[in-house]
């Protein structure tokens, strides 16, 4: 899959302003020199856009930032510049945060992921993910629909490449999304996937286990290398989602992933437990 716009943008960004904090200088100083208004640059040091090569060029001539250095920031500036197929593809329904996580999700090499209503959309049949979208965007056109359907079956081909660690509390099996029908097309799906795919982990939450700490919704938290590109993590709520970067943010919901996975049943267990919902719906 080709390189994501997202993840270059953030390290053009991360480097654009490493290389301001070590100059000394304000921002309004920077901006002076460059001859950008403040919050033009503020903008692309936030990352909300990407700096015009004319633009990225006065700044490295502030910065002193010369040969090899420079020719690959240019690089990864025209890189960050691009459309991702998510975004040329994409309905019009979707999220700015659900376009910034596809982007994430397409050099993340780790995903840890858990879900206590609805499935993450990286293991969503097509049934499922239509019965899903359907009811979330009530409004949408039927070809909306279909075009967010077949956004989250391309997103699927990252499986094989990154690490990916699901965690599933048991009551999202109780509710027969899409139909008895569907729902077992569902979770045998969630059966076959560690057995097509060596570095996925499905693990189940098991109602017994009481109170966790992943009551409060749904998180993914995706790693990156080389490991100089921050962990981040993505929150989706019911009318909004928001991608985090800060880092004690990002080091508690690691550990809270941590504690839901010694608290989940073991794989093992957990796909005894997803087999016997398939036979509950296959009756």
């Not at 290389?19 to 200088?25: A, C, D, I, K, T």
């Not at 499922?128 to 039927?142: F, M």
């Not at 599933?168 to 097309?185: H, I, N, T, Y």
């Not at 100089?228 to 004690?248: F, K, Q, S």
């Amino acid at each position: 899959m080709p390189a994501s716009p997202t993840v270059r943008r953030r390290r053009l960004t991360a480097e654009l302003c490493r290389l301001r904090e070590v100059s000394g200088r304000t921002i309004d100083e920077i901006a002076r020199d460059v001859g950008v208004s403040k919050s033009s640059l503020s903008r692309i040091e936030n990352g909300i856009v990407v700096p015009r090569i004319p633009v990225l060029r006065g700044l490295l001539a502030v910065y002193g930032v010369t040969g090899e250095h420079a020719v690959w920031l240019e690089q990864l500036c025209r890189d960050a510049a691009k459309k991702g197929w998510w975004e040329l593809a994409g309905s019009a329904s979707m999220r700015d945060a659900t376009r910034t996580l596809i982007g994430l999700e397409g050099e993340a090499t780790r995903i840890n992921q858990f879900s206590i209503n609805v499935l993450t959309g990286l293991v969503q049949v097509r049934s499922y993910a239509h019965a899903v979208l359907k009811t979330a965007l009530p409004n949408a056109r039927k070809d909306e629909i279909e075009t967010l359907v077949e956004t989250r079956i391309r997103r699927q081909e990252r499986l094989g490449d990154a690490r990916l660690w699901v965690i599933l509390a048991e009551e999202l099996f109780l509710r027969p999304v899409g139909g008895a029908s569907a729902m077992r097309e569902q979770i045998e799906h969630l059966v076959e996937l560690t057995d097509s795919f060596p570095r996925a982990t499905v693990q189940v939450l098991g109602r017994e286990g009481g109170e966790h700490p992943g009551m409060s919704g749904p998180f993914t938290v995706m790693g990156f290398d080389p490991s100089t590109d921050p962990e981040v993590v993505y929150v989706e709520g019911n009318l909004w989602d928001a991608v985090i970067e800060d880092a004690d943010i990002v080091g508690a919901y690691r550990n809270n992933f941590e504690i839901l996975q010694a608290t989940a049943l073991s794989p093992a267990d957990s796909r005894a437990r997803l087999l016997r919902y398939v036979k509950e719906y296959s009756t």
